[in-house]
């Protein structure tokens, strides 16, 4: 028997993690995924991030880690909205839903907040297809195109960071494919992005249509260099059978990403020559 059930405290339902000030929360969120011990007793319900509606601006504005955390929240909550002015809300909120368009955005006046807001998000086990489909949200995301050539440059370098301040740091952008993809071109596309760019990847979701897989989407969801577990769908949500990558990134270009992607799916998919051609 372990320290754990040798203890004689009550049993507990949930434990909520509090970040000290303008953290990241990585660190700890590697520790709920990769723990043993931590996985088989617990899982992880999502990630919340507290925007203040008064001095929310300027502290994106300052300080790049906010940003940081807007962009890896799975839920928002605008606090102090009963003491900012309608403008300054409106300002912001438009703000987050382009920083974070996958994130809803919860407005709470006098620090009172609806426990459904915060408890039972299952950001990190979408298993049913109609829930997934809006984890994904991938409608709220502009979409970029993902049919280039392979005569095109295979890999373009990740860009620098921009001029336009913390905000034009960030890429939210989606992709989307028609036809079914390899699963061997997703993963190794997927392991060089994290290999190279890894800090630079804030959240990727997708639910992909899988040439071995059919009628049965696999569903995708990564935090940096943290990849959760992938969940296969017993069926697809409606008719849409694309697959749809969502991406939040900083100083990192959407041609990069796109190319990488398609480069490794359609060299998968190349015939392989017979001898002698």
């Excluded at 382009?98 to 006098?110: D, F, K, S």
């Excluded at 060089?192 to 959240?203: G, K, N």
């Excluded at 060299?267 to 002698?276: A, D, E, F, R």
Aim: charged residues 20%.
């Amino acid at each position: 028997m372990d320290g754990a059930a040798r203890r004689q405290n009550p049993p507990y339902e949930r434990i909520i993690i509090e970040t000290t000030g303008i953290a990241d929360p990585t660190p700890i969120l590697e520790t709920l995924l990769r723990s043993d011990w931590v996985a088989k007793r617990h899982y992880l319900d999502g990630v919340v991030t507290t925007v203040d509606a008064v001095f929310g601006n300027g502290q994106l504005d300052q300080h790049f880690e906010a940003v940081r955390q807007v962009a890896g929240a799975d839920r928002l909550l605008l606090t102090k909205t009963d003491l900012a002015d309608a403008a300054t809300i409106q300002q912001l909120e438009t703000r987050l839903a382009t920083l974070n368009p996958a994130a809803p955005i919860v407005h709470v006046q006098h620090g009172d907040v609806d426990p459904d807001h915060v408890f039972k998000l299952r950001a990190y086990h979408q298993s049913e297809p109609v829930k997934a489909k809006q984890w994904l949200a991938a409608e709220n995301f502009r979409v970029v195109s993902a049919s280039l050539s392979l005569k095109q440059p295979s890999i373009l370098n990740p860009s620098t960071p921009t001029h336009g301040g913390t905000d034009g740091r960030i890429r939210s952008f989606s992709l989307q494919f028609d036809q079914p993809l390899p699963w061997a071109g997703v993963s190794e596309a997927l392991d060089t992005l994290v290999e190279f760019c890894s800090a630079r990847l804030l959240r990727m979701k997708a639910i992909v249509n899988v040439q071995e897989y059919p009628g049965r989407p696999i569903v995708l969801h990564a935090v940096q260099h943290l990849f959760y577990p992938s969940v296969e769908l017993p069926a697809w949500p409606d008719a849409d059978q694309r697959s749809r990558f969502v991406f939040i990134t900083a100083d990192l270009d959407e041609a990069f990403v796109s190319n990488l992607l398609t480069s490794f799916t359609q060299t998968v998919n190349q015939p392989i020559p017979h001898s002698g051609e």
